[in-house]
């Protein structure tokens, strides 16, 4: 998991600075974190919509991430579309989940098979200490072979 905060550093600054982190990954789930502090927050008293969309963000995207590292191939990846519905105030401390994992084994199959780009939803769904659904957030991935041989 050190590595992976390093990595966000490097590569995120502004995730890591607001205080977003990696939770728990496995196979097909991906977790995240971020806390209510001054540096994240908005003028209503809670964490500001875009550090909560980057938490969301990083679930989905460490997944597809994983995945395209486990298939030894050259796959390219980005968000194309992105959609968040925000039902009470983010306080404290909220936790991303994304469980969608089988969803781009598939959608890599059929990349690496076709040599065609695949896009897929995928959804992360963020919830308080009290276990409510804070946000929920769904993002439309795009992926593709870097060189395709055809």
Request: charged residues 20%; aromatic residues 10%.
């Amino acid at each position: 998991m050190f590595k992976f905060h390093l990595f966000i550093l490097a590569k995120l600054p502004s995730a890591f600075f607001t205080g977003v982190r990696l939770k728990s990954i496995s196979e097909n789930t991906c977790s995240s974190t971020i806390k209510h502090r001054w540096i994240n927050q908005n003028p209503f008293g809670s964490i500001y919509f875009a550090v909560l969309a980057m938490s969301a963000e990083l679930t989905t995207g460490t997944l597809v991430l994983q995945k395209i590292r486990n298939s030894k191939q050259p796959i390219s990846m980005l968000v194309t579309q992105q959609k968040g519905t925000f039902l009470k105030k983010a306080k404290g401390k909220i936790t991303f989940t994304c469980n969608d994992g089988k969803i781009i084994a598939n959608a890599l199959k059929s990349t690496i098979a076709s040599s065609e780009g695949q896009t897929f939803w995928m959804e992360s769904i963020g919830r308080d200490k009290q276990n409510e659904t804070v946000a929920i957030f769904n993002f439309e991935w795009s992926i593709k072979l870097k060189n395709p041989t055809n």
